[in-house]
């Protein structure tokens, strides 16, 4: 299997500086498996470094997560079983270790804040990343950025919002289309830098050739609202690279209110 990627990101039409950052690596690990490492942070905070707080996520991620990409010892019998299981003992390791990387990235973003109180004081970030090897893929999510898999013509949301709307769809005292108009739309529950442990989601998903993983930020599906049209968009570009741009001006189109940050990663036969 092969990955394909691009990510971008772009201050949007109505903000005045861009607070997310964006993350793509792919590397072949071996001549069996290829390695992707992808994230979306949506820094919050405002004036008060949001933009800090995302691209420490990102360059903690990096680092935490780099020796994953280091070529397999060729002693080493962890290897994966045959296929059917899904929860190989290596694979196991893995979702450990993304989850501690993200608990490292949240101490780096406190640590950052309590530093420099004036310039930082409420600096955050939400996260939501993804690090695929062969056709497993760990995803991480904090706040409301997403991630998606598109498997036969389907967008499907792997990760779950943390915001407070996303709390009222669940417990049924909004409607899911409500969540786009409500007072508090922008109140997130959980993010780095809110407190020093934070609490994460870590899923497992196995995907297949011509399946795409997406991740993008709440400035793009707030804006672009049909997954039909993000669906075309995708299925119907040359490349990653061609559609993360339309995928960015769809946003921007439909008004570009935030910062909109999109990942794309394409998954074909090797």
């Known amino acids: ?3 394909q990627a691009y990510a971008l990101t772009d201050k949007g039409r109505k903000r005045t500086n861009n607070e997310d950052a964006v993350l793509f690596e792919v590397r072949n690990a071996s001549e069996e498996e290829v390695l992707g490492l992808f994230a979306v942070c949506d820094g919050v905070g405002g004036q008060r470094c949001g933009e800090c707080a995302s691209s420490i996520t990102i360059d903690k991620l990096k680092t935490e997560l780099a020796d994953l990409f280091n070529p ?3 002693y080493d019998t962890r290897r994966f079983p045959a296929e059917g299981d899904t929860q190989p003992i290596e694979f196991a390791q893995i979702l450990k270790k993304v989850g501690a990387a993200v608990q490292s990235a949240n101490q780096a973003v406190v640590t950052f804040a309590q530093q420099n109180p004036q310039k ?9 990343m993804a690090f695929a090897k062969g056709p497993l893929v760990a995803v991480a999510n904090v ?3 997403r991630t998606y898999r598109l498997h036969d013509h389907q967008l499907i949301q792997i990760s779950h919002d943390h915001s407070l709307v996303r ?3 669940d417990m049924g005292q909004i409607r899911s289309d409500q969540i786009y108009t409500h007072p508090q739309r922008n109140v997130i529950v959980r993010s780095l830098g809110m407190k020093e442990e934070v609490d994460v989601d870590v899923f497992q998903v196995k995907v297949e050739p011509g399946d795409w993983l997406f991740l993008c930020s709440d400035g793009y599906w707030e804006m ?3 997954p039909s049209s993000t669906i075309s968009i995708i299925e119907n570009a040359a490349s990653p690279q061609e559609a993360c741009q339309k995928l960015v001006a769809a946003a921007n189109a439909a008004g570009g209110e935030d910062n909109i940050s999109v990942v794309l990663a394409r998954f074909t036969e090797g």
């Open 167 to 169: 709390y009222l769809v």
């Open 72 to 74: 397999p010892n060729p």
């Open 224 to 226: 672009v609202r049909d």
């Open 1 to 3: 299997m092969n990955i």
């Open 143 to 145: 706040g409301d950025s």
């Open 120 to 128: 930082a004081g409420d600096a955050g970030t939400t996260l939501t």
